[in-house]
């Protein structure tokens, strides 16, 4: 049984899960607190944190055509970490925060194992369906990873923070990582361009680090910009890196350093 199927089966679930959680929970908070309704207590804001995330990846394995089966022991996987994890968190042992964290990182591995239990259904399904005829549902369909990188940056816009120079150095670092898990070193200029990459974001980092202050952070703003270029650069070639990974990236990066040339102006 070949597990590269089954690895991208369970990326897109968790990408669709994530893509719920990032959707939907604001649009909740945001509703609750336009009804005057007080804040979830931390149990219960778990469980509506794996309905979110439930949501997502059942609307997304339903229009990949997995079965009712399949979507339900999916969203099982959402709930049953929670769901054991309450259990001490009543008792007292443990903290709201290791519920949350602890719920997020046992939803993983029970998501693998929904996979496992019906990997034939998943090593056997098709990488991608015919594309949808409703321009809307076509955008959605080969956009979701810039609409993704919008719902992962919202905070970004009403709570700007401004990032360290050190940040800048992650930039050229993802790119040498996916790039060696990719095996993109055989095609010729592409190491070179990487490290040429590498070099002018280092030397980004730091000057800024030395400059300090506003100056230094205009720096940081200008590296994350521009590394939205290069994202459009590498997503046009179709070099190195996916071109879903540098649409995301092209999308995060720019907010990034938009939001923090907006947070530098306006003092």
Known sequence: MRLRPLARHLLEMVLAMVAGMLL???????????????????????????????????????????????????????????????????????????????????????????????????????????????????????????????????????????????????????????????RQWGVPGNLRLQLAGLAGWSALALLAAILGGPAGQWLVAVGWLAHSGWDLFHHRTRRVVPRGYAQWCGVLDAVLGITIMLTLING
Do not use: F, K, N, Q
């Open 24 to 182: 939907l929970g604001p649009a909740r908070a945001a509703l609750g607190g336009a009804l005057g309704l007080a804040p979830a207590s931390p149990g219960v804001g778990a469980l509506l944190m794996a309905t979110d995330m439930s949501v997502g990846l059942a609307v997304w394995m339903w229009y990949r055509g997995h079965s009712g089966a399949a979507i339900g022991e999916m969203v099982l996987a959402m709930y049953a970490p929670v769901l054991l994890l309450l259990v001490p968190y009543r008792a007292g042992l443990l903290d709201a925060d290791t519920l949350l964290v602890g719920g997020h990182l046992l939803m993983v591995p029970a998501m693998a194992a929904a996979v496992l239990r019906r990997r034939s259904e998943y090593a056997g399904h098709p990488a991608a369906r015919p594309a949808p005829r409703h321009p809307l549902a076509r955008v959605l369909v080969h956009r979701w990873p810039a609409g993704l990188a919008l719902l992962m940056t919202v905070d970004s816009w009403t709570s700007p923070v401004p990032l360290a120079a050190y940040t800048l150095l992650v930039l050229p670092a993802g790119y040498l990582v996916i790039g060696s898990v990719r």
